[in-house]
């Protein structure tokens, strides 16, 4: 592509997004099938090939953030948020909180390495309780590279650890609304029955998930962020209990956040429902063992980041016969 055939498209889709975002995902799936064809030509059999890449890529979200981030739009958007983000900051309260993000590596295959990165990182005085206790844990590939946690990952550290009092995974999720309104596309996440858990807040209407829904089968249940409440839905509140249309599936609302409420890990998120996976994922070939999921964890009160790191090292290092490392 020439500079001006990049220039053109990256004007485009920061005027016209949703047109973008729609050519992301036609760009994703062609991807995808280049990284299944490169690996057939060099001699791995078609349906490993596709194995080998559902493991790396997931459901497709870590390869559409790879071709996203290769425009220079991207990058101008990403910065002029960061920027505008940073002033927020400056023009409030001094007191923001540093919370300290934990990157733990958990052993997965013989070959993998174990590490850990104390990475700090500033949020704006968020009503979080105790925000410094709160990590973030992540794999890391046989090639030594930091990537999202498996679902497989998420489940043995929640069944194995004694450092976090709760944890919780996440990965981005775009609906469509519909109803008596536009139909409007909503940036949200699907996330583990605990997530609000973990950031220590909770809806000021109505209440959290279910945590027996977030089964396949589950019920569909949604939380709706204090903005996407009053512009679709006049602020009422007998929404709690209400059944909307999500990609036009129907979901039961059980819970609004707080006005000033801003997800930490997607900022921009106005709806939250529930991940819905296997609890035992016993197919690698599933989208449990999939690359693809944000994992957040709030520390015990008694264990410092250095104990943490030493446990997770301890748990890496010795498997267990019950959870399967792909």
């Known amino acids: 592509m020439t500079f001006w055939r990049q220039f053109a498209a990256g004007v485009r889709s920061l005027l016209h997004r949703p047109d973008a975002e729609r050519d992301l ?13 490169d690996l057939v030509a060099h001699g791995t059999p078609e349906h490993e090939a596709r194995r080998l890449v559902r493991l790396q890529y997931g459901d497709g979200l870590a390869a559409r953030e790879d071709v996203r981030g290769h425009g220079w739009e991207n990058v101008f958007a990403e910065r002029g948020t960061d ?154 509140p007998s929404i709690i209990g209400r059944t909307i249309q999500l990609d036009a599936r129907p979901f039961t609302v059980v819970g609004v956040m707080a006005p000033a409420f801003e997800d930490v890990t997607a900022t921009t998120a106005r709806a939250w429902a529930l991940l819905q996976y296997e609890p035992l994922p016993v197919d690698f070939d599933g989208r449990e063992w999939g690359h693809h999921l944000d994992m957040m964890a709030r520390l015990n009160r008694d264990v410092g980041l250095d104990e943490a790191r030493r446990q997770m090292a301890e748990l890496a290092a010795q498997p267990m016969r019950e959870y399967v490392r792909p």
Request: charged share 20%.
């Open 83 to 236: 920027l505008r983000r940073a002033a927020r900051r400056l023009s409030r309260d001094k007191g923001f909180t540093t919370v300290a993000v934990l990157t733990l590596g958990l052993g997965v295959g013989a070959a993998t390495a174990i590490y850990s990165v104390v990475r700090p990182v500033l949020f704006d005085a968020l009503p979080y309780p105790d925000s410094g206790r709160l990590v973030s844990i992540a794999d890391r590939s046989a090639q030594g590279a930091i990537v999202p946690v498996t679902f497989g990952t998420f489940l043995e550290v929640s069944a194995r650890n004694e450092a976090f009092v709760s944890l919780a995974v996440s990965k981005p999720w775009q609906p469509t609304l519909t109803g008596s309104h536009e139909p409007e596309r909503v940036e949200g996440l699907r996330v583990s029955a605990a997530y609000f858990d973990v950031l220590g807040v909770a809806p000021v209407l109505g209440g959290g998930f279910d945590p027996a829904a977030d089964l396949p089968g589950g019920a569909d249940l949604v939380v709706l962020s204090d903005a996407l409440w009053r512009s679709r839905f006049e602020a009422d």
């Open 25 to 37: 995902t036609d760009e994703v799936a062609s991807y995808i099938e280049e990284a299944v064809a």
